[in-house]
């Protein structure tokens, strides 16, 4: 055999280490456990709408779902390959109209732990600042769309001003509600109040009485039910439609199959069933875009009616052009 010359030797060893020391590192890479960033982009007519994401709770449909039963909620889950926990994303969409920049929900901010409260960390990441945000306008004033909002006493958006159906802060916003909550709601007043508290001494808090166009291509519709001030907001550009939800529907493998499934967070839980039915009919015959609040991120899709219930078409991941 050929003697190798040790410049030889010495290369093949160097080589053969670092093949051993590859192999080694890849079955000790750390698994790095984080996701993407959470913000999807489409153009709707000619505005911008951004899907930010909040975080995930893990829900517990057999325990929150009404007018069910929760053998009949398995049931459903399992038929879409879900079981409880079961991840509910936490969605908020801003909205460019090329001359606002409207944020339509805030989020958890600090309220429910660190799994959540990412809004403006992928409001940043997607390529704005809070402070560039002129408007937000709150679904309902439910801790995990308001609870972004402020952050130790101050507001997260320090330029814009905050609205909200009247009938929600007359709920939500009222000292003598709180007191006489039951003991597990009081939290709810009080994580709503901490909220709006900055935009309210600032002179910022605009709330409306019944909806109407708020800025050109943005309107509230009332949708009473789940609370008392519950609306949604369609934005509308060059005939293109989107309806934000907000809390109308929590679970889609449920509430889209079963309209009248309703949730133990609805205030009344009827009215809520009936907007939740009348809302599905419209944007299907429509064909508008819905963007939700809890369906899986970034919770934007059709619907199509299907005998009794609505099948659900998810968006396709693409390039906004
Ligand atoms: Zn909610």
């Known amino acids: 055999m050929t003697r190798l010359s040790p410049w030889l030797r010495r290369g093949l060893a160097a080589f053969a280490a670092t093949l051993l020391w590859s192999t080694a590192a890849h079955a000790a890479a750390p698994m790095p456990k984080t996701q993407a960033p959470g913000y999807y982009r489409l ?4 505005f911008e709408v951004t899907a930010l994401f909040d975080g995930a709770i893990g829900l517990q449909p057999t325990k929150l779902l009404t007018n069910t039963t929760p053998a009949q909620v398995n049931k459903l889950l399992a038929r879409s390959f879900e079981k409880e926990p079961l991840p509910a994303s936490v969605n908020g969409f801003l909205v460019n ?16 732990g660190p799994d959540l409260g990412s809004i403006v960390a992928n409001l940043k990441a997607a390529g704005y600042q809070p402070e560039q945000v002129d408007e937000v306008y709150i679904t309902h004033m439910h801790a995990d769309h308001v609870g972004g909002l402020a952050a130790d006493g101050k507001p997260v958006f320090a330029n814009a001003i905050v609205r909200a159906d009247q009938h929600d802060a007359d709920y939500w916003l009222n000292a003598a509600n709180a007191e006489k909550a039951p003991a597990e709601m009081k939290d709810f007043f009080k994580m709503a109040a901490g909220a709006f508290a900055p935009y309210i001494a600032a002179g910022k808090f605009q709330p409306f009485d019944g909806g109407g166009e708020l800025v050109p291509g943005i309107t509230a519709v009332s949708t009473y039910g789940h609370t008392p001030g519950h609306t949604m907001y369609v934005v509308q550009s060059k005939g293109e439609k989107m309806a934000v939800l907000g809390d109308l529907m929590h679970v889609a493998s449920v509430q889209f199959v079963d309209p009248s499934v309703t949730i133990q967070f609805d205030s009344d839980s009827k009215q809520a069933a009936a907007q939740r039915k009348k809302v599905y009919a419209d944007t299907a015959k429509q064909g508008m875009w819905l963007a939700v609040a809890h369906i899986s991120f970034p919770g934007i899709g059709h619907i199509r009616s299907d005998g009794s219930g609505y099948v659900y078409y998810p968006i396709n991941y693409s390039i906004p052009k």
């Open 43 to 46: 153009m709707l007519g000619d």
């Open 97 to 112: 109209t090329g001359s606002k920049l409207v944020l339509i929900d805030a989020g958890t901010g600090g309220l429910f």
